[in-house]
């Protein structure tokens, strides 16, 4: 496939989601939020785990994708003043 088409192909993809919504377990939330704090200190990266909360993920539907069911997601937050933060935020996720 040539370049123009990858492109376009990218331009065009839509993603479609559907998760349980099932809560997560405490003693995974646990295991979760140990790792998420080691990862930030050692790849010097800002993970967050949100629970219980799936408003992110509702007005976003006509932009990128369909997604549903979703309340808990690990969010990667990056500094723009930080050319390395995207790659290393790649690399940890």
Do not use: W
Request: glycine share 10%; proline share 1%; aromatic share 10%.
């Amino acid at each position: 496939m040539d370049t123009a088409n990858l492109v376009k192909a990218i331009e065009v993809r839509c993603s479609r989601r559907k998760y349980q919504g099932t809560p997560i377990e405490s003693n995974i939330v646990a295991k979760l939020q140990e790792a998420i704090t080691e990862y930030n200190r050692l790849g010097n990266v800002r993970m967050e785990l949100v629970t219980n909360n799936g408003k992110a993920f509702k007005g976003i539907t006509k932009s990128y994708g369909m997604f549903s069911g979703v309340n808990d997601y690990i969010g990667f937050v990056a500094s723009k003043n930080d050319s390395t933060n995207l790659e290393r935020i790649g690399y940890f996720g």
